[in-house]
């Protein structure tokens, strides 16, 4: 999504109405989304790590990896409709 390989469609990406307006609003978007959901989708993987590897608090990492990754979409998310806002159109 950071290159721009992946076109604007109903099927791969943020679902949100903001990022459909244009093609430049989906590019826009998708490309200030993708830190926040890296940054979730590290946590949720090392959290996952040491659900293995501490399985007597599994049920804790569990909790930080879902939390993780729920969190960085929740803000990837926010942060893609502000910038496709702020796309002129």
Known sequence: ????????NPYIGIRMPAFFISDETWRAGHRAA?????????????????????????????????????VGVIIGAVVGIRAAENVSP
Do not use: D, E, H, K
């Open 34 to 70: 993708v830190l926040p959901c890296i940054c979730g989708a590290v946590v949720g993987i090392i959290a996952s790590v040491l659900v293995i590897a501490v399985p007597t608090s599994a049920n804790v990492w569990f909790a930080v990896a879902a939390g993780g990754v729920l």
């Open 1 to 8: 999504m950071r290159i721009g390989r992946i076109p604007r």
